[in-house]
């Protein structure tokens, strides 16, 4: 147990459907990130958020929308998504920043595994 | 763009033998980490290693760090068939606490 849940784990979707992930942290941490593994590719870095604020965003397409309404939870909102985007979605905590050198020992979510039919 | 780029991409050893792994980067970094994942699950942290350190030691786990050539290895001494899963090396950079991952390593170590 790493003190990040991910529900569900396994989803199945349609392209028309409206999904919702959920991340929680039992840690006491500000920073909270979604990634995103395909196979075959290194792990994609979606959106950090610190404090509660999103500080990231990396290109990621609009049917893609994330929530992080404290500091202890994060939600990836899934609309009219593609096959392509079947993958498994980690979550992931950290202290966030605390000084100008942090090293940040991420703490990852067993993922959710999502299949887009 | 990718930061880390993991050497070889697979690996595959007899119990008890050595596991080297290797990972190049590109641009300055303040501290380097190592991940475990095994298949289908979350990554756990194994060791962080900062900038100014070149060499660290956790358990079975030998991680150095050569800034000159940019470029980290992660041995694993003794390997057990548990050891069995993807390495993926990860840098940070600045204060931002964010990680670019490399592809990783496949590592099978057969019983």
């Known amino acids: 147990e790493t003190g990040v849940t991910q529900t569900p784990r396994h989803l199945v979707m349609g392209m028309t459907n409206k999904k919702s992930l959920k991340c929680e942290q039992h840690?006491?941490?500000?920073?909270m990130y979604w990634y995103k593994q395909s196979a075959k590719k290194p792990l994609e870095l979606m959106f950090v958020?610190?404090?509660?604020?999103?500080?990231e965003n990396n290109s990621v397409p609009s049917r893609f929308s994330p929530e992080c309404p404290n500091s202890s939870h994060l939600f990836l909102h899934l609309h009219t998504l593609q096959p392509e985007d079947s993958a498994l979605y980690l979550c992931?905590?950290?202290?966030?920043?605390?000084?100008?050198?942090?090293?940040?020992?991420?703490?990852f979510g067993p993922g959710t595994r999502l299949t887009v039919l | 763009s990718q930061q880390g780029e993991e050497d070889p991409q697979a690996l595959s050893i007899q119990e008890g033998e050595n596991a080297t792994m290797n990972c190049s980067y590109k641009?300055?970094?303040?501290?380097l980490q190592w991940y475990r994942q095994n298949s289908g699950r979350g990554l756990v942290h194994l060791i962080l290693?900062?900038?100014?350190?070149r060499e660290k030691h956790s358990g079975r786990l030998r991680v150095t760090l050569d800034t000159s050539k940019k470029s980290s290895s992660l041995l694993i001494t003794a390997s057990r068939a548990a050891d069995t899963a993807s390495y993926f090396c990860?840098?940070?950079?600045?204060?931002?606490?964010?990680?670019?991952f490399g592809q990783g390593t496949t590592l099978q170590v057969k019983p």
């Open positions: 992931a905590s950290s202290q966030g920043v605390i000084s100008l050198t942090s090293y940040n020992e991420q703490f």
């Open positions: 840690l006491g941490h500000n920073a």
């Open positions: 958020y610190s404090l509660e604020e999103r500080v």
């Open positions: 641009t300055s970094i303040n501290n």
């Open positions: 290693i900062r900038s100014n350190e």
């Open positions: 990860a840098t940070g950079s600045g204060n931002t606490g964010k990680l670019i």
